[in-house]
């Protein structure tokens, strides 16, 4: 098992930033990928970005390319997302997803382990 929690989040006004972590317990991490969602009122789970634990390879969705940077820290069991250049439509509940050799990696269905996700709201 693999348990997931979010920090971070809140209100920021467009352009601001904000920086989401996710920790993460249980199991070994050394094959298995960690992704950020978002998920906006009325709208479908979407891929933000990724990281892979073993070599750190990252993916972003081409709607926060450029503004949204993902990390992670091994020896704390956390990931990191930077989000800079925020715009209204970055509004969702942001969640933390661990999958197992994921293959899709823009793809919820592929991750098993969720947080209970985070609020990000920008004001216009």
């Known amino acids: 098992q693999v348990q997931l929690v979010e920090f971070g989040g809140g209100l920021v006004q467009a352009g601001g930033s904000l920086s989401l972590s996710c920790a993460a317990s249980?199991?070994?991490?050394?094959?298995?990928?960690m992704g950020w969602f978002r998920q906006a009122p009325g709208k479908e789970r979407e891929f933000v970005a990724a990281?892979?634990?073993?070599?750190?390879?990252?993916y972003y969705a081409d709607s926060v390319k450029g503004r949204f940077t993902i990390s992670r820290d091994n020896a704390k069991r956390t990931v990191y997302l930077q989000m800079n250049s925020l715009k209204p439509e970055d509004t969702a509940v942001y969640y933390c997803?661990?999958?197992?050799?994921?293959?899709?990696?823009?793809?919820?269905?592929?991750?098993?382990?969720w947080g209970r996700g985070t609020q990000v709201t920008v004001s216009s």
């Open positions: 990281i892979t634990w073993s070599n750190g390879n990252t």
């Open positions: 997803a661990a999958g197992h050799e994921v293959v899709l990696i823009t793809t919820p269905q592929q991750y098993a382990y």
């Open positions: 249980g199991r070994t991490f050394s094959s298995y990928a």
